[in-house]
């Protein structure tokens, strides 16, 4: 099991950036692919971004290429999600998550996929 914590969620205007983090505990975060997910009031909670235990594989949901960038350092055991020229629809709560992974490679796009969940933050975007 690894324990998640974001940070860095908060009110933004709309073109505006924000970069969240997501600290995992233990000695292990390298073994696990990380997602981040978002969920808007009365809606399900859908992949945002996601990156594969080498750092090199990532997915991007089509709503957000090009605006956000997810990276991670496994030395510092964290992930981030870099999001620029924000928009009000992209207002939600956001959610870190991890999934202990065999492959390298390997990343997970549903949210069944991942065992590991952070308490989420919120993003707001005014316009």
């Known amino acids: 099991q690894v324990q998640l914590v974001e940070s860095g969620g908060g009110l933004v205007q709309a073109g505006g950036s924000l970069r969240l983090s997501c600290l995992a505990s233990?000695?292990?975060?390298?073994?696990?692919?990380m997602g981040w997910f978002r969920q808007a009031p009365g809606k399900e909670r859908d992949i945002v971004a996601a990156i594969a235990r080498n750092g090199a594989n990532r997915y991007y949901a089509d709503s957000v290429k090009g605006r956000f960038t997810i990276s991670r350092d496994n030395a510092k055991n964290t992930v981030y999600l870099q999001m620029n020229s924000l928009k009000p629809e992209d207002t939600a709560v956001y959610y870190c998550?991890?999934?202990?992974?065999?492959?390298?490679?390997?990343?997970?796009?549903?949210?069944?996929?991942?065992?590991?969940w952070g308490q989420g933050t919120q993003v707001t975007v005014s316009s």
């Open positions: 233990g000695r292990t975060f390298s073994s696990y692919a």
């Open positions: 998550s991890a999934a202990l992974s065999g492959g390298s490679t390997w990343l997970g796009r549903s949210p069944s996929a991942y065992a590991n």
